[in-house]
C-alpha cells in the first residue's frame, strides 16, 4: 500500500466502497487507460537542459530544416559543452547514421524518456496523446503542414494540431503575411500564442539554417531571422472557457452568450471542450462562434494505474484535497500534469470553469496557471448536490468569483464561506431579431415559437416548440402559494386577461384559475437566452410578481424583455 493510500484508508469512513466503484472503473476502461500507463512511468523524471530530442518525419514539411537543426546541434554542443542529442527519424532509415546520436525507435520505452527528459524537443512528427509538455521544456514545431490545409473545421484539427500548438514555445512560417493568415483568419489561436514564430529573412543565415538552434537555445539575435509575436497587444487578457458540449443545452446557450458579451477589445477567449465522440456535437461546436479559438480534449490522464485509483478516490472528496497537505500536494500534481497535457505550460490572466461533464475540470480551474479563477454555475451545484453538498461548498472556496444562473432563488445554497464571491450571472438575453425573423408553427389554429431545431437520421427534423401566448395575457410568478388577497386580485385579472403562471407552486393557481396556463421552468432556464424570447415575452401585457420573494429571478427575465410589471 502506498502513502497516499494509506493516507485515504485512514481518512475515508467509505474507504472500501470507493475503492471497489475506483477499481470497477479501472477495469471497464482499461483498454483506454492502459495506452497512457508507459508514458507516465517516465513522466515525472527531471528534465535535462542540455538534451536535444529530434522527432523527424522526412515525409513531412520542414524536415530539411530540422536536419540541419540536428548537425548543428551534433557539431557545436555534443563535442564541446557535453550536450546529448537523440533522434528519431521516420523513413530515413536508408540514412547513415551520425555519430554522437542516440537513435530510438517510436513509441518505444527509450523515445519515451527522450519525450520527457529532453530540454529542447524539436520535431515535426505528432507527439504522442499521452505527452505532458513542461515548463522547463523548450518545444520547437514548423508546423508547417497548416500553410497548405484548406480546412481547420475538423475534430482532428481541434484535439491534435490546436493543442499541439499551445505546446510549442516556436514555430516556423513562410512569411509574416503567411503566419498572420493561417494563425490569425484561418485558425484564430494565434491570438492566445504565447510562443514566437520565426520567419527566415531574404539574406539568410550566413552559418546555415542549423544555427537557428543557437537562438532558439540562448535567446540571441541571430542574423538573417525574424522573431515575432502573434500577440501583438500583449495589454489583452487571455481568457479561457473551460466546458463540456456534452453539458445541458442551457449550459451550452449560457456558454454562447457568455463568451459573445467578452469585450473583443479587451480579451482573446478560447473555448475548451473535452472530448465529443459525435459528429453532431463536434459540428455544432465548430459552428458556434467561428471567430472564436477553440480547442478539444482527447485520451485520458497521463497516469498509472495506481494513480488513476488513487485520483478516482479522491476526485468526490474535496474535504480531503482542501484538508490533507499531502493529498492537496499529490492532486496538485494530476492536475498540474493533466493541464500540461491539454494545455502546455501556457498561462492565462483567466480561467472560467463553465459546465462540465465529471469532476476534472473543477480540479483542473483550481490548479490551473492563471490569475484568476471563476466558476459560472451552470450545472454543478445540482450535480454536487447528489451527495455531501457541504463539503463542496466548501470546495467552490478555490475560485476567486462565482456566478450563480439567473434563475437561482437563494445565493445561500452556496453557504456561508461563498457569501463574498457569489453574484448572479446577468440575464444574457439574446440579441434582439429584425420583425419576422422568428420561426413559428400553426398547429390546431395555436402558433408555436421554434426554439431549436436539429438534423436527424433519414432527413428528419426534430424541432423544440413553445406555444405563443395570447397577446395582452399576463405572467404570475408561481414560486410561493398565493395569499388570499392574491388569489380575490388574479381572480378579476383573469375575466379580462389571459393568466399564464410560472413557479413551483403553480398547482395552487390552478385550483381556482382553471383556464390559467402553467408553464415548465424551460421558460426560466432556456428560452429567454434564445431570439425567440423577444416573440413570447412581448405577448405579455403585464409581470405579477409575489413581494414576498427575496429575489425574483423571473421579474429580472421580465424586465430584460420590456414586459412591465403589474401590481393586483
Request: one cysteine or more; charged letters at 30%.
Amino acid at each position: 500500500m502506498n502513502e497516499i493510500e494509506k493516507i485515504l484508508k485512514d481518512n475515508m469512513e467509505d474507504y472500501e466502497s470507493v475503492k471497489r466503484q475506483a477499481l470497477k472503473f479501472i477495469h471497464e476502461n482499461k483498454k483506454e487507460l492502459s495506452k497512457n500507463y508507459a508514458y507516465a512511468e517516465v513522466c515525472g523524471n527531471p528534465v535535462e537542459a542540455s538534451h536535444f530530442f529530434f522527432l523527424i518525419d522526412e515525409k513531412k514539411p520542414g524536415s530539411d530544416l530540422l536536419l540541419e537543426m540536428l548537425d548543428y546541434a551534433l557539431k557545436n554542443y555534443v563535442s564541446s559543452e557535453k550536450a546529448s542529442v537523440t533522434a528519431c527519424i521516420k523513413g530515413g532509415f536508408h540514412l547513415v547514421k551520425k555519430t554522437g546520436v542516440d537513435y530510438v525507435k517510436e513509441e518505444s520505452r527509450e523515445y519515451l524518456e527522450a519525450l520527457s527528459q529532453a530540454g529542447y524537443i524539436i520535431g515535426n512528427m505528432v507527439l504522442p496523446g499521452s505527452f505532458v509538455k513542461k515548463e522547463a521544456q523548450v518545444y520547437f514545431n514548423p508546423m508547417l503542414e497548416i500553410y497548405d490545409r484548406k480546412s481547420v473545421e475538423t475534430a482532428e484539427f481541434l484535439s491534435v494540431t490546436a493543442r499541439e500548438l499551445l505546446k510549442t514555445d516556436y514555430i516556423y512560417a513562410p512569411s509574416k503575411s503567411k503566419a498572420k493568415e493561417a494563425w490569425l483568419e484561418k485558425c484564430t489561436l494565434g491570438k492566445v500564442y504565447d510562443g514566437n514564430v520565426i520567419i527566415e529573412k531574404k539574406e539568410g543565415l550566413k552559418e546555415g539554417r542549423g544555427s537557428l538552434l543557437e537562438r532558439i537555445r540562448s535567446q540571441n539575435a541571430v542574423p538573417g531571422m525574424e522573431f515575432f509575436s502573434l500577440r501583438n497587444q500583449e495589454e489583452r487578457k487571455k481568457v479561457l472557457i473551460l466546458s463540456s458540449w456534452k453539458a445541458e443545452r442551457e449550459a451550452k446557450l449560457v456558454v454562447r452568450k457568455l463568451a459573445d458579451s467578452m469585450d473583443r477589445e479587451k480579451y482573446d477567449t478560447v473555448i475548451y471542450s473535452g472530448w465529443l465522440g459525435s459528429k453532431g456535437d463536434v459540428k455544432e461546436f465548430l459552428a458556434f462562434e467561428k471567430e472564436l479559438p477553440k480547442v478539444m480534449g482527447a485520451g485520458r490522464m497521463t497516469l498509472s494505474e495506481e494513480d488513476f485509483l488513487n485520483y478516482r478516490m479522491i476526485e468526490k472528496n474535496p474535504a480531503l484535497y482542501l484538508e490533507n497537505p499531502e493529498i492537496r500536494r499529490y492532486m496538485r500534481m494530476l492536475a498540474r500534469r493533466e493541464w500540461g497535457r491539454l494545455f502546455g505550460s501556457s498561462s492565462w490572466d483567466v480561467v472560467i470553469m463553465a459546465g462540465s461533464t465529471g469532476y476534472l475540470p473543477y480540479y483542473l480551474a483550481a490548479e490551473a496557471p492563471a490569475k484568476m479563477k471563476v466558476l459560472v454555475d451552470l450545472d454543478f451545484l445540482p450535480y454536487i448536490h447528489e451527495k455531501y453538498p457541504a463539503r463542496w461548498r466548501k470546495a467552490l472556496t478555490v475560485f476567486d468569483r462565482i456566478y450563480a444562473p439567473a434563475d437561482c432563488q437563494q445565493l445561500g445554497d452556496y453557504g456561508k464561506e461563498n457569501r463574498l464571491r457569489i453574484m448572479r450571472l446577468p440575464v444574457l438575453a439574446a440579441a434582439r431579431p429584425e420583425e419576422n425573423q422568428v420561426e413559428t408553427v400553426s398547429y390546431n389554429g395555436e402558433t408555436y415559437l421554434v426554439c431549436g431545431k436539429w438534423n436527424l437520421q433519414g432527413e428528419r427534423i426534430s424541432m423544440k416548440l413553445v406555444q405563443k401566448p395570447v397577446p395582452g395575457s399576463i405572467l404570475v410568478n408561481g414560486e410561493l402559494a398565493p395569499t388570499a388577497e392574491q388569489k380575490k386580485a388574479l381572480e378579476q385579472l383573469s375575466k379580462v386577461h389571459r393568466i399564464y403562471v410560472l413557479g413551483a407552486q403553480s398547482a395552487a393557481y390552478k385550483s381556482f384559475l382553471p383556464e390559467a396556463v402553467i408553464l415548465d421552468g424551460y421558460v426560466k432556464k432556456e428560452l429567454y437566452l434564445q431570439p425567440a424570447a423577444w416573440e413570447f415575452f412581448g405577448a405579455f401585457e403585464s409581470y405579477v410578481g409575489n413581494q414576498a420573494l427575496e429575489y425574483d429571478a423571473l421579474e429580472r427575465i421580465c424586465k430584460t424583455f420590456g414586459v412591465k410589471e403589474d401590481i393586483p
